[in-house]
Every structure is written in C-alpha cells, then in structure tokens.
C-alpha cells in the first residue's frame, strides 16, 4: 500500500502521523528524539501522538506536534474501582469501561491516518493500533487469529532482538529513526534536502517562562553548572562526596542537584544529607523533585554537564545537548537507550553501593578534560592520580559517537579501557551488523569495531567452538532455505489449495515434514548454543508473523524468511572467521618498512 | 444486492463488530494490569515474550492449510468429478472453519 500525495505534490501535501507512546518518560524522550530527525527530512509530516496523561505537559512543549491526545486512564478505569462486586456487576462494569473507551477513540478513528507508529511494543497498544485506521502501520498490532504481530521488519526485530534479551548494538533512537524512514521512502518518496539542522537543542521544548523558573534562570545564568540528578538513594552520598571533589578542583564551576519530578520520593532526604555536608552554599543549587518539568528541563538544559545513574534524564539531555556522564552497573543493557549523541560517556561498574566518590571523579574528570587540547594522558593515569582502585570497581567505561555515514551511521559505544572484548560484546558487534544487512540492505566492511588487541584467549575459544556449531546451523538454514524454496515452486503449480490430487498432496506434506524438521533441529541447535539463540528468535517471530491466506502465499513467506536466515548466518560466519584470522600471527609484508629508521641500518 | 451477498455484508459486519468489541475489552484489562505496575521501558520488557510460545510456526500454519485441503486422484477433472470437486470446495469452506477453531482451541 502507497500514501498517495495529492495534486500539489508531495512536499505540501500534509501527512498525517500518529505515534502511539504509552510506555516510560524515557521511551517517549527517545521517540521524540527519532520523529524530530524524520521531520526534518519530511517538513509535510503532521504529528499527532498519543500518550498517557502524565506526559501531557511534556508534549504540549514540543512545537511540531500538532496534537497531543491524552490517554484517560482514571476516567476509563473508573467503573472497574467499585469493590466487591458479583460476576455480573463485574461484566457490566467493565461494558462501561469499554463504552468510555469508545467515545474517547471515536474522534481518534474517525481519522484515516496515513501513518500509525506504535513505538510502545506493548500488548495494550497493540489493540490500540488493531483499532485505529491507518494506511502504513508500524510496530506491534494484533490480529484475533493470530495474536501479536509485527507490522514491520524491525518490530520483529525488536521483539525478537531486544524485547528477546539478546545482545545487540543498535540504539532504539536509531532503530525508530530507520524504522519510519524506511516506511517513508517506500511509500512517500525520497526525502527533501538541505535538512542539515542538528535534532539535540536546547530549544527543543518550549519552555514557559514562569515566575519560578525565571528567579532559577537568573540564579543559574552566566555561570558554568554541573548537575547530579537524583533518583538512585544508593548513590546520593557519592554525588554529595562526588560534588564537593568538582567544587575544591574547578574553581569556575557550580554544582546543582536535580530532584527527579517522574520519582519524587527517590529524592526524599536528599536535604538533610546535603546540609550535614559542608558544600559552599553560593555555588550550590538544590531543586527539589516538586520542580516540575519545564524547570527540570531548564535545569539540564542549562547544564554543561549532568551526572546520573538513572535512565529518563539520558534521554532528556541528550535530546537538549547536555553532556551526560552516566554511572550504571550490572547488569546494563544501555546500548539500546544509552546517551545519543557525540562525546556522551558512562560507565558499568560492578557494585554501586562500593563504588567510591573519587572513582567517579577520575572518570568524569578523563571525560571532563577531553577537549582540553593538551589532554594527551591515559584514562588509567587519571586513575592513578585520582582513584587507585577505579580499575577494580569498574567493568568498563564507554564514550558515545555518531559514526560516519559510510560506516552505517547511528551512535555507538567505544570502550575506553583496554579490557577484553567478551562474547556478548562480540556477538551485539556481530547481530546488529546481521540486522543490517537484513533491514538496510547495507553490509558494513566485515570486522569494522572489532579490534585485534581485544580478543582475549577465552574470546577465541568460545569463537572456536561456535565455528563449529554456527556451521552447522548455516547448512541447516541453507537446506530449509532450498527446500522451502522448491516447496513454494510446487505449492505455485497447485491450482486449488483445498482440491488436489493424492500424489500432489502427499508431496507437499513430504515438503512440510522435511521443514518440520529443520525447524526442530534449529531449535536444538541454537538452545544447545546459546549465542546462536537470536537466529532462534528471529525465527521464532518471523515464522509466527507469516502472512497470506493461501499455501502459495504461506510458503513463499516462509521461503523467503529462510533465506534472511541464511544470509544471516552466512555474515555472522564471515564475521567469525574474520576474527579467528585477526588472531592469528601476521607475516610482516614488507619487513624493511616496518623497521625505524634509526635501525634501518643494521639490516642491509 | 441478492439475499446471499447481503447475508455476507451483514456476517462481515457483525464479525468485524465482535472484533473491535473484543479489542477494546483487551485493552482496557491490559490498561488495567498496566495500571498497578511502574509505567515500564522497552528495556525492562525484554525477555517478556519468550516466557509464551509465540505460535503457529510456519509449519504449523501449512499444516493447517493442508488439514483443510482435500485431496482427489488427479488434478485433471475427470468426468464426473468436476462437480465433486466443487462440492468438496464448498464444503472445505465450512469445515475448516471448525477445524481451525479446534486448533486455535488447542
């Protein structure tokens, strides 16, 4: 299906979008983050979004949406809060739930929508995006017969990928940004250009300038702030501690801490250890967690720097420009909604509660100093000058980079600390190049991001042992591949799917057992070898979401999955057997050359 | 329209009816056990749809298609049989109907 631009072109003919965000502050951030990049190569989009009421407040800030439809949970939900009731006063409670819920929808359906994201992959949205008219669907939706479905290929990945727990490198940011622009070209047309303004701005909200937020603004303008979001109790003392390092070393810096308005009782006698510390006072700021989002907003935005250990507030500075250091620990799954953006940095340690205030320091302090010309130091020397046992509390620490365009684009992860590649890295390196090819039709050069000096011996020998089973698992695919390809040459002879002679029949079921099979010995082999379990996955969801109602259609499906799976395979080997080589001993080419000059001498 | 047509407009009506009914009664139960927990990420959902099968496989799906279809001795109508055939074709429209909703049961 085709979004036909009226007479006037595509360019003024406007299209109208509806994102559906019914999960956390944070998701929301991230999708506003990947609409504001698509609109800018779309400046016809007409954004609608539909989200919880809560988040009302945030949306009506952001000057391109053009409609914010609030969800009314409490209004719709009312009639089920009425105690103990009989089955039937239950049943009819709940028709009046339903009977709110319609007439609230009733404008919203009425809309025939030209695009519909439902950017919560939630199982609540998915009826949501079953119910709403729309010419292209994206994300999850359901069908009665069916249950949850994939309107797209990179939902599926998200549910099989990501939504499945398996290692991957790609930022959802980017995932929703590619997700809709694919969409879009299909069936729109190549974008317009010259869209070269940068999505992150301190102006992406616009901010009411209250009263309150006015004597903030004059409190905080003109001097350089760090923030320290709260949120995380388990790591308040360590940003007092943490503060008090900045205020003694950086003479021109303030330090304010931020409240969380989305959790304001994890700030909750914050004050009272703030006070019990002896903090300058005239270059000290606390807001509280009442403050409320255009302050919180202003707050980061005014920031060079914000400190923090929780999720929301990554979204929020990096969506205004604000530098983020981000303190996590184990078990961290940020690669999907880390920082977004160019010279971000957080780390992963092992234990926040042993984490010390000083490591915290050298970290930010490595990041700090960056684009300090004459940084030419090691992170582990500002180890060795300002915390002697960061390397013992930290797993690794990461700094944020756009990659060039011809590298794939997108953000990615660098680690900093010259520290082993594990095999989750490796594979997340490795499937979402996979998923690359898959999606993109782009295949990055084969071993990009995976350096020699970071294969460890343990690397090589899980590498090793799943040579010999992703082998396996390649002439598996390869063989359900051919057969669902034959399978569909013989389903397309058929000339009734219901009719059909005995023999035809009976060789079709013979197809059907022999893929049966290759199924089930995938399935064996991918649990037997858990990092083959995202082909697993992939499988599982891709099958599941098989469309057309005759054997032709099911099987031309299915063939075509397989052959996704193939490819696949065949890139992760290629990727596997790259790095085995990487590995192994280099014979200098040309000896002479690699010799310094000072020695060149001793050899002729 | 004639009679048969019009049952069929006013099946698909009140199918499609039933349908959106019981999408709304599935949100709302969903908005309803969303409701008592924290407003959840994309992140902290993973793993959560592996904890249920994700069915039918494709293999499943074809056997189900299979399981519908009816086999004759040839493809080629053989006298007499072209309107067996039809009749088998009307039939197999009613009785995977039952079929599939024994499976989906199962």
Redesign the interface.
């Known amino acids: 299906m085709s979004v036909t631009p009226a007479d006037d072109g595509q360019q003024n003919t406007k299209l109208q979008c509806l994102l559906i965000q019914l999960a956390s502050v944070g998701d929301l951030l991230q999708s506003l983050m990947a609409l504001r990049a698509v609109k800018q190569l779309y400046p016809n989009l007409e954004i609608h979004v539909m989200a919880r009421a809560d988040d009302y407040d945030i949306l009506k800030k952001v000057s391109w949406i053009k409609n914010v439809y609030a969800l009314p949970t409490e209004h719709l939900l009312e009639p089920l809060k009425k105690g103990r009731l009989s089955s039937d006063e239950a049943a009819e409670n709940e028709k009046q739930s339903v009977r709110r819920l319609a007439a609230w929808l009733g404008r919203i359906i009425s809309i025939r929508w030209d695009f519909l994201l439902n950017w919560s992959f939630s199982s609540s949205s998915s009826y949501l995006t079953a119910l709403l008219p729309a010419n292209i669907k994206l994300g999850l939706s359901w069908r009665i017969q069916q249950g949850m479905i994939c309107q797209d290929d990179w939902s599926l990945y998200v549910q099989s990928m990501i939504q499945g727990d398996i290692a991957q490198n790609i930022h959802l940011t980017d995932i929703l940004t590619t997700q809709f622009l694919t969409a879009l070209q299909i069936h729109v047309g190549p974008p317009s250009e010259g869209a070269n303004e940068p999505v992150t701005s301190k102006n992406f909200f616009s901010l009411i300038s209250a009263q309150e937020q006015g004597f903030w603004n004059l409190r905080m303008s003109g001097k350089k702030w760090i923030g320290f979001q709260l949120g995380d109790p388990l790591l308040h003392q360590k940003w007092i501690d943490c503060a008090s390092l900045v205020l003694s070393r950086h003479p021109d810096y303030h330090v304010v801490f931020l409240g969380d308005p989305l959790n304001p009782i994890a700030s909750e006698g914050f004050k009272d250890l703030m006070t019990a510390a002896s903090l300058p006072i005239e270059r000290t700021l606390y807001m509280g967690a009442d403050l409320g989002f255009d302050l919180w907003a202003s707050a980061v935005g005014g920031c060079q720097w914000v400190i923090t250990g929780s999720h929301p507030v990554v979204q929020l500075a990096s969506v205004l420009g604000t530098r983020v250091f981000g303190v996590f620990s184990e078990p961290f799954n940020g690669v999907e909604n880390g920082p977004y953006g160019n010279g971000h940095f957080f780390f992963v340690c092992r234990n926040k509660k042993t984490l010390s205030e000083k490591t915290i320091y050298a970290c930010w302090r490595y990041a700090f100093d960056e684009w300090v010309p004459l940084r030419v130091k090691k992170l582990e020397n500002y180890f060795e000058r300002f915390s002697k046992s960061a390397s013992s509390q930290i797993i690794q620490i990461y700094r944020s980079k756009i990659r060039p365009t011809q590298n794939g684009g997108g953000v990615y992860y660098q680690p900093l600390l010259n520290i082993p590649m594990s095999i989750d890295q490796w594979l997340a390196t490795v499937m979402g190049q996979v998923a690359r090819a898959w999606y993109c039709g782009w295949i990055a050069p084969v071993g990009q991001e995976i350096s020699r000096e970071a294969l460890s011996p343990e690397l090589l020998r899980e590498l090793r042992v799943l040579d010999e089973s992703s082998e396996l698992l390649e002439k598996i695919l390869t063989k359900a591949r051919f057969t669902a390809e034959r399978f569909h040459k013989r389903a397309s002879r058929l000339r009734s799917d219901r009719v059909m002679a005995l023999e035809d029949h009976s060789e079709i079921k013979e197809f059907g057992e022999q893929l049966k099979k290759l199924d089930d010995l995938l399935e064996r082999v991918c649990l037997a070898h858990a990092p083959l379990r995202g082909f697993l996955q992939v499988s599982q969801v891709m099958m599941h979401n098989l469309r057309g109602n005759s054997l032709k259609e099911v099987v031309r499906h299915s063939s075509e999955a397989y052959r996704k799976l193939a490819d696949g395979i065949k890139i992760f080997r290629t990727w596997l057997k790259h790095t085995l080589q990487l590995a192994k001993p280099a014979v200098l080419q040309n000896q002479k050359n690699s010799i310094p000059p000072h020695m060149s001498g001793m050899f002729e | 329209m004639e009679e048969g047509e019009k049952l069929d407009s006013e099946k698909m009506i009140l199918e499609e009816k039933a349908?959106?009914?019981?999408?709304?009664?599935?949100?709302?139960?969903?908005?309803?056990e969303?409701?008592s927990q924290t407003?959840?990420?994309?992140?902290?959902?993973?793993?959560?749809?592996?904890k249920k099968p994700?069915?039918?496989?494709?293999?499943e799906?074809?056997?189900e298609?299979?399981d519908?279809?009816?086999?004759?001795?040839?493809?080629e109508p053989i006298e007499g049989t072209e309107e067996k055939?039809l009749e088998?074709?009307v039939l197999?429209?009613i009785i995977p109907l039952s079929s599939?909703q024994r499976n989906?049961k199962e």
């Open positions: 349908e959106v009914e019981e999408l709304l009664v599935r949100f709302v139960r969903a908005l309803e969303e409701q407003r959840t990420s994309i992140q902290q959902t993973k793993g959560m749809i592996f994700t069915s039918p496989s494709s293999t799906q074809i056997r298609l299979l519908q279809s009816f086999s004759t001795r040839s493809t055939a088998n074709e197999a429209e599939m989906r």
